[in-house]
Every structure is written in structure tokens, then in C-alpha cells.
């Protein structure tokens, strides 16, 4: 099982910014991927959940309406985009996979880091 | 602030036992599992303990975690240098309809 994530952003106060995450390993459409970030020298804190047989998505509060979880079944890649940037959004940002909605996060991508200068 | 608390730091020295507590609500530890995270200094969270008290494959027995209530704990025993590391709780919030992460305890081994 590997998630590889995309590569490192910066960002302008105001963008978007869009990180991928490529499942191999497993059947992409059988697990839930998750996003969840860290800001420099923080704990972690979650994004949403993305169902890439469904499509369906469950967000966190603190990030609905600025959030989209998306796939890209040919490849089996998952995307997640967050808009409206700020400096408080500076952090690394992780996908990781779960069987259930509520299920634990078994294996995790290494990680992107998301810069937006202040 | 997060939802679940946890000590900012405990320490150890090589042999002795540890523990880590993480506090919570009647919305997330005392309804769902409790899910613990390692996180090794520059790399990604891993999964340490799953469903309050199970280890994945990998893991070795001195790690084991307990749920009580509306609290959890993980004991580390025979503590040694490599545990020296960022712990994270985690559960699922009915009241947030999210997850939820303690702010991580990092363990020192003196």
C-alpha cells in the first residue's frame, strides 16, 4: 500500500491550492480517504473524508464551503483543494486511508507542504 | 484548543513504563474507539494502536492502549530511545460529525 502526494506549494493570500494523493497497493474504491494537515510545529488537525466509490464527501465544519474532495479514478488519484487561502493555512497537509468513515487511519502519504507567505 | 487533551510532554528513562493520557466526552471516547498515532520526528503520523487497545502488525507488544469512560490511555513499557516521539489520540466526534485529534504529547527518553 502507498499514497504518494504531490509536491510542495506557495501560495498567495487569497489562491487556491489543489494536492493530489495516488493510491496503489490496494482497490482505490474500497477504502475512505482522508485529509488531514499540521501546522508548523502543531497537532494535527482534520479536513474531511473523500468515498472514492461513492463520490460522497463529509467535511469538517471549520472548512465547509472553502473544501472540495474530488478523485481521478483513471489513475486513482484523489484531490483535495482548499480556497481563499491565508497565512493560517500554512502547514502540511496529509492523505491517509480508512476502511470505515469512523475506522482508523491505517496507512498515511508523506505528506505536502502548503506555504502561503503573510 | 483541541477537543481531546493530552499532556504536552512526558518523559522517561531507557527501561522504565510510561503513559499518556487523552481526555475526552461522552461525543467521542466514550461512544468511539480510541485510535493512537506515532509521529517520528520529519515524517508522517503512523498508526500505533486501533479500536482502543489493538496493535497493527509491526508493532511491538511494549505498546498498549486502554479506554475508560470518557478517557483513554497508552502505556508504553521497556521504554527505548527510537520511542522518543510526537503521540497522538484520535476519535470520531458525534456532536462535530468529524474527527477529533488530542494536541499530541511528545515523549522525551531521557
Known amino acids: 500500500v502507498q499514497l504518494v502526494q504531490s509536491g510542495a506549494e506557495v501560495k498567495k493570500p487569497g489562491a487556491s491550492v489543489k494536492v493530489s494523493c495516488k493510491a496503489s497497493?490496494?482497490?482505490?474504491?474500497?477504502?475512505?480517504l482522508h485529509w488531514v494537515r499540521q501546522a508548523p510545529g502543531q497537532g494535527l488537525e482534520w479536513l474531511g473524508w473523500?468515498?472514492?466509490?461513492?463520490?460522497?464527501?463529509k467535511y469538517g465544519q471549520k472548512f465547509q464551503g472553502r473544501v472540495t474532495m474530488t478523485k481521478d479514478t483513471s489513475i486513482t488519484t484523489a484531490h483535495m483543494e482548499l480556497s481563499r487561502l491565508t497565512s493560517d493555512d500554512t502547514a502540511v497537509y496529509y492523505c491517509?486511508?480508512?476502511?470505515?468513515?469512523?475506522?482508523?487511519?491505517?496507512?498515511w502519504g508523506q505528506g505536502t507542504l502548503v506555504t502561503v507567505p503573510s | 484548543q483541541s477537543v481531546l487533551t493530552q499532556p504536552p510532554s512526558a518523559s522517561g528513562t531507557p527501561g522504565q513504563r510510561v503513559t499518556i493520557s487523552c481526555s475526552g466526552s461522552?461525543?467521542?471516547?466514550?461512544?468511539?474507539?480510541v485510535n493512537w498515532y506515532q509521529q517520528l520526528p520529519g515524517t508522517a503520523p503512523k498508526l500505533l494502536i486501533y479500536?482502543?487497545?489493538q496493535r497493527p502488525s509491526g508493532v511491538p507488544d511494549r505498546f498498549s492502549g486502554s479506554r475508560s469512560g470518557t478517557s483513554a490511555s497508552l502505556a508504553i513499557r521497556g521504554l527505548r530511545s527510537e520511542d522518543e516521539a510526537d503521540y497522538y489520540c484520535?476519535?470520531?466526534?458525534?456532536?462535530?460529525?468529524?474527527?477529533?485529534f488530542g494536541g499530541g504529547t511528545k515523549l522525551t527518553v531521557l
Open positions: 484520535a476519535a470520531w466526534d458525534d456532536s462535530l460529525s468529524g474527527w477529533v
Open positions: 473523500f468515498n472514492p466509490n461513492s463520490g460522497g464527501t
Open positions: 497497493g490496494y482497490t482505490f474504491t474500497a477504502y475512505y
Open positions: 461522552s461525543s467521542n471516547i466514550e461512544s468511539y474507539y
Open positions: 491517509a486511508r480508512s476502511l470505515a468513515a469512523t475506522g482508523h487511519f491505517d496507512y
Open positions: 479500536r482502543n487497545n
